[in-house]
């Protein structure tokens, strides 16, 4: 078992940035994957952005490339996504989710195993 918290979510202005923090608690958190998603309104729910149990590797949705970063503290059992030069259709409920039962990182929303709550995010124009 694994739960998962989110914070960070607000109403920030077109070109702001926010950050995303996700505690994890439960299993050894180092030795699963991390990915961010998120769902807009009457929109499926998508991923955002994935990162293996090191840290090491990385992976991107294309709309967030070069604007977001995820990274992770093993120490601290928490993965964060910073977000900058938001947009307002970056808009949406973030959810983080842990992978737990496979040996490889994927952006594939049906192969992660537990979800946190989600947090709001806003951006204005």
């Known amino acids: 078992q694994v739960q998962l918290v989110e914070s960070g979510g607000g109403l920030v202005q077109a070109g702001g940035s926010l950050r995303l923090s996700c505690a994890a608690s439960g299993r050894t958190f180092s030795s699963y994957a991390m990915g961010w998603f998120r769902q807009a309104p009457g929109k499926e729910r998508e991923f955002v952005a994935a990162?293996?149990?090191?840290?090491?590797?990385?992976y991107y949705a294309d709309s967030v490339k070069g604007r977001f970063t995820i990274s992770r503290d093993n120490a601290k059992n928490t993965v964060y996504l910073q977000m900058n030069s938001l947009k307002p259709e970056d808009t949406a409920v973030y959810y983080c989710?842990?992978?737990?039962?496979?040996?490889?990182?994927?952006?594939?929303?049906?192969?992660?195993?537990?979800w946190g709550q989600g947090t709001q995010v806003t951006v204005s124009s």
């Open positions: 990162i293996n149990w090191s840290g090491g590797s990385t």
């Open positions: 989710a842990a992978e737990v039962h496979l040996v490889v990182t994927t952006i594939n929303i049906y192969e992660y195993d537990y």
